[in-house]
């Protein structure tokens, strides 16, 4: 056991290491920061951070709560538009939506920090447990939410909001979806998606059936037939294939899965790295990965993603952050090959990719790299039994504006319903948006 | 490099910024310091007659207010006069003049409305080589409820009466200071000349609670529970500063009398502004308690900078020049058009501009110009009253441009008059006089 280990091996760190590795990425601002940050908002005309957040949070209302010591209030403000808004804090991409729009971008290149504001406030009200919601008088309808993620979270508290029954769906163990076991570690310390939860469920009225998945212990014509609506949040089950040669090799798995490891484990130093990690991929999952991969000690943690840099999912702030972790990212490379000893990766063949006029196509050039881990980052898929004739479109449940899918009572959000967006903070805009539909029909 | 050199009714410094009678000049300690910084000159603390000094409170006697990122706008106090020996405060004067015989040292006195009191502290205050005195008419807190301070300052004939016992006590040069908790500023002023008095130095502190503890419901500063209103002083206090040295500065009665400007000068900018007033030079004091002598050198460069920038050479080149331009509303040309003009390329569209003018003004701003967030101002329904500018974030982001005479205002469709007219020719005014052919 030791730093440089070869093969995949736990224990690389020692016990400091580790937790220094996974504390928070960006602790919370105390009251002063807060009161400082604060005061730069200028509590915008319409403001254009209000119109980026898919959730439209009110963000110059909270944010001027907090500059007069009002930070439950705040929360307040947040937890309106978004219940999930203390994870949103944490691994919303600012710096593309609200932080991007903020107007002091133009004059400094500084924004206000909001999701370190929307931090500040939800934590202090998650703390002290301050519930603004009461259910209303109970419908006696039922409501199915299929999911435990974002967007059923946030359904699930919507329509408890209203006085509908709900019941919660999950096959995990755990509610949370990606939020419990997709996020990186020091993303979401000291269990905040636990905690996040159990505030979301404290309104009460909602039942969480775990172990629950469909297509195995229910499908999806049973629930119609049981409940008054139906909402589905049922994420993406699957990940892509590499399908190159070497793919099943002992230490060629999904960075999904790796994860979740890594966020289910009680001790960071159980969980086994390699001494070479090489990530394929270019998105959040990618980085998260290729991040962790060298927070446990990994010696060499490279990601090869087959595009340019512009083309990658994962923001420039996540690309910051990985090359500042000691991350090498190399672009317009694509899989060719996982070489290993029979039974163990021992490398992977990458070939150099170039756009054509057929579009992207590789050039036959290849590159080695020597790694004993190989973790697939390169997407999610839909994946789901027991959906009957509910109508499926490039791999996605198709829904209209209100989240209605083709079959009657059957409402659908977050990630199996979107292409091209996998973010925590739509997810739940869709299942609130969901929600409100199914209480309009139900009326 | 300008020439600082301040000579106000005779007492010479080398610049126009002294402190104000107040904690920073409470003793030698502190005024030495403020010298060695660069102040030109310092008023001491209020000097109270001879005998067991006054006594403080032994809790808080602050209060503030604060702007963005805490930054002190406004502070109040509930200190009254010296509180140390009046023989020990005289020793420390006589050595520190002796020390720093280049800078100015006056010497602030209250002491009750009688005349044997006036007369028997001012020999104690000459011997000190003190080079002037200031009359503190002002204290409006604490003192005043004993006769003295405000209490002396809120009547006219008691200032005269007063000035008229020092002026016939004392070869030393009058400063009389002014409460600014009265009516009309000009009274006082008018008193405290036709008693003699070489100059006049305003304001004082303002009546004035700053906040309340809301736990305790009680007033801040607090004191076992309870507050009482204290004087206010810094930033938030200037233009009320500003508008009492004018309006003395601009009184034909008072035209010409010395004016020593003091209310929350805090910058070189603010110095130069009362100087423009009127003002001979400045007293600074909060500034100097939220951020400790050294500011003075700010202020010094800041003045001679500008002054070098403006070809200005001396202090009497700015010193009352913005006087003639205070004039009465009345007196405004009502045919002088101005708009709002807002700069693109400087604009960050936060859209203060177009909120504040929508729900409180004249809804001359646009926020969306063809489907995109866009601020420009709607010339026809612009008045041109400068709220825009006053809101917005970015220094110089919208300007007032006149409109130049014969071009068309979009609002009322008429053309630009060339000609002055005020509202005392106006055809609206129902004692408007015949404009003199």
Known sequence: MGRLSPGITSGRLSDADYEANFADLHPRLDKHEALVASDRCYFCHDAPCMTACPTSIDIPMFIRQISTGNAIGAAHTIFDQNILGGMCARVCPTETLCEQACVRNTAEHRPVEIGRLQRYATDVAIEQNVQFYERAAPTGKSVAVVGAGPAGLAAAHRLAMHGHAVTVFEAKEKSGGLNEYGIATYKATDNIAQREVDYVLSIGGITVKHGQKLGRDFSLADLAARHDA????????????????????????????FIEGLRQAKNKADVAIGRSVVVLGGGMTAIDAAVQAKLLGAE?????????????????????????????????????RVLGDGSKVTGIE?????????????TGETVTLRADQVLKAIGQSFEADGLGGLEIKGGRVVIDAEGRTSMPKVWAGGDCVKLGEDLTVTSVAQGRDAAMSIHRALA | MADLRNNFVGIKSPNPFWLASAPPTDKAYNVERAFKAGWGGVVWKTLGSEGPPVVNVNGPRYGAIWGADRRLLGLNNIELITDRPLQVNLQEMKQVKMNWPDRALIASIMVPCVEEEWKAILPLVEETGADGIELNFGCPHG???????????????????????????????VITKLTPNITDIRRPARAAKAGGTDAVSLINTINSIVSVDLDTFAPSPTVDGKGTHGGYCGPAVKPIALNMVAEIARDPETYGLPISGIGGVTTWRDAAEFLALGAGNVQVCTAAMTYGFKIVQEMITGLSDWMDSKGHKTLDDISGRAVPNVTDWKYLNLNYISKAHIDQDACIKCGRCHIACEDTSH???????????????????????????NVCPVENCITMVPLAAGTIDQRTGKPVDPNYANWTTHPNNPTAVQAAE
């Not at chain 1, 994420?235 to 798995?253: I, M, P, R, Y």
């Not at chain 1, 990458?350 to 590789?362: K, P, R, W």
């Open chain 1, 230 to 257: 139906v909402f589905l949040g049922i994420g993406l089950a699957g990940v892509n294939g590499l399908n190159v040669e070497g793919e099943n090799l002992s230490g060629c798995t999904d960075a999904v899965e």
């Open chain 1, 300 to 336: 060499e943690v490279t990601i090869a993603y087959r595009r340019g840099k512009e083309n990658m999912n994962a923001s420039p702030f996540e690309q910051d952050l990985a090359a500042s972790k000691g991350v090498t990212i190399r672009h317009w490379l694509q899989p060719k």
């Open chain 1, 350 to 362: 990458l070939e150099y990719t170039a756009l054509t006029s057929a579009g992207l196509a590789g």
């Open chain 2, 143 to 173: 003192m005043s409820e004993r006769g003295m301070g405000a209490a002396v300052g809120q009547v006219p004939e008691y200032i005269e009466m007063v000035v008229r016992w020092c002026k016939q006590y004392t070869r030393m040069p």
């Open chain 2, 363 to 389: 809804q001359a701003i646009t926020d969306m110009v063809n489907g995109v967030r866009q601020f420009e101002v709607k010339e026809e329904e612009c008045v041109g009253c400068n709220l825009c500018v």
